[in-house]
């Protein structure tokens, strides 16, 4: 069975608001999407314990912490004007060099990095 590629508004290096799950409240920036998946990695956020063998970057082996894989539902784009992860959608700048950026739906800051 294939699965078809969900199209996300979420990218990395976003700064979004997790709202479900054991880190509910907490905020990080986005490391990875699988957009395949539909999946982000947060930095320092669901944190798991992996057993690892000694290699270069580690030599002793042993147990090493690393973030693991949220669904994209339990996620929000983070607005630094409201201070709280927000729902978000399409806006364009009116003028000549009109470009679409997400928008922040409650106070229309945009939410797109400069």
């Not at 090493?64 to 004007?81: D, M, Q, T």
Request: aromatic fraction near 2%; hydrophobic fraction near 30%.
């Amino acid at each position: 069975m294939k699965t078809a590629e969900i199209k996300l508004s979420i990218r990395k290096g976003d700064m979004v608001q997790v709202i479900a799950g054991s880190e509910k409240g907490k905020s990080g920036k986005v490391l990875r999407v699988d957009a395949k998946l539909g999946r982000v990695m947060v930095e320092k956020m669901n944190l798991v314990k992996r057993h690892v063998r000694p290699n270069q970057e580690n030599p002793q082996g042993g147990v090493v912490e690393k973030e693991a894989w949220l669904n994209y539902s339990n996620v929000l784009l983070f607005c630094p004007k409201c201070n709280r992860g927000v729902r978000h959608g399409m806006g364009a700048t009116k003028g000549k060099d009109s470009k679409k950026s997400r928008v922040c739906k409650k106070c229309s800051e945009k939410l797109d990095p400069a």
